[in-house]
C-alpha cells in the first residue's frame, strides 16, 4: 500500500474527515482492525488565512512548499490538500511526489456519474477562483453554477466563522438550504459540497436534488491510489 501524505489543519474538523473517511474506506476493504498508511501534517489556518486576505499569495505557496517537502521526508507516496480553499496553494511545486488534486478526484466522479450541469457551494477564494471550477469547466466539461456574490458573503460568514471552528448552527443550515435552491432553480442537477467544512452541516435531505461531498470523493480516491486502484496521477 502507497503512503498518503495530508496537508491538514485547513481547518481541523474536515481533517478529522479525510482521517477517518480514509481509515473507514481501508478497513471496510480489508477487513479486521487494517487500516491506512498515512501521514498528516498540520497547517497553521491562522497564518494562511491572513496571508490570503492580504495578498501574499507567495507567502503562502513558500509555506505549503515545506509541507510538501515534510510529507516527502517522511515517506509520502503522493500528497493532497484537505481544503478547497487553498488547493492552489499546493500546485506545481517542484517536488518528487505528485498531487492529488481536487478538481480531477471531482472531476472523474462526476463524469463517471453522469451529471452536466452542477451547483458549487464553497468560499468565494474557491467559487471565483480558476483552480478548481477553471478545470470543472474546461477539462471535465461540466457546466458549473455558483451563488451570486451576497450569498458568496454569506457562506464565508458561516464556513471561516463557524464551520471551520465546529460550530453547527440551525439558522445557518438554513441559509444554505436557501442557497441550494437557488442554484436548483437555475439548473443545477447535482449540489457540491465544495468546501471541506460543509457536510459538517449539511446532507442529502438539505437538498432537493443529489449532493456530493468534495471530501469525501478526494478521500476515496486517495484510498484508491493507496491501493493502486486507479491510474497514475
Known amino acids: 500500500m502507497k503512503t498518503i501524505g495530508i496537508i491538514g489543519g485547513l481547518s481541523w474538523p474536515s481533517t478529522i474527515t479525510y482521517y477517518r473517511a480514509i481509515n473507514e ?22 497564518q494562511v488565512t ?17 509541507y510538501i517537502t515534510s510529507l516527502q521526508s517522511a515517506g509520502a507516496d503522493f500528497y493532497l490538500v484537505a481544503c478547497n480553499t487553498f488547493q492552489f496553494a499546493a500546485e506545481n511545486h517542484p517536488v ?5 488534486h481536487m478538481a480531477d478526484a471531482l472531476g472523474r466522479k462526476i463524469n ?17 477562483g480558476e483552480f478548481i471550477i477553471g478545470p470543472l469547466r474546461s477539462k471535465y466539461g461540466l ?3 455558483i451563488p ?36 436548483v432553480d437555475q439548473g443545477a442537477e447535482l449540489i457540491i459540497l465544495g468546501c471541506t467544512e460543509i457536510g459538517l452541516l ?12 468534495t471530501s469525501l470523493v478526494h478521500a476515496e480516491e486517495a484510498v484508491d491510489r493507496a491501493m493502486a ?5
Open 25 to 46: 474506506l481501508v478497513t471496510s476493504r480489508l477487513g479486521g482492525v487494517r487500516g491506512p498508511k498515512a501521514i498528516v501534517v498540520q497547517a497553521d489556518l491562522h
Open 112 to 128: 463517471k456519474e453522469g451529471y452536466k450541469t452542477i451547483g458549487y457551494l464553497g468560499t468565494s477564494t474557491t467559487l471565483t
Open 143 to 145: 457546466d458549473v453554477l
Open 50 to 66: 491572513e496571508w490570503r486576505l492580504s495578498g501574499q499569495v507567495d507567502k503562502i505557496r513558500k509555506q505549503f512548499h515545506e
Open 229 to 233: 486502484l486507479c491510474r497514475e496521477l
Open 148 to 183: 451570486d456574490e451576497c450569498q458568496r458573503a454569506d457562506l464565508d460568514d458561516v464556513i471561516q466563522g463557524e464551520l471551520a471552528k465546529n460550530i453547527l448552527l440551525p439558522a445557518s443550515r438554513e441559509m444554505f438550504r436557501r442557497v441550494i435552491l437557488s442554484l
Open 96 to 100: 518528487d511526489i505528485p498531487m492529488l
Open 202 to 213: 449539511v446532507g442529502e435531505e438539505d437538498s432537493p436534488v443529489p449532493v456530493m461531498d
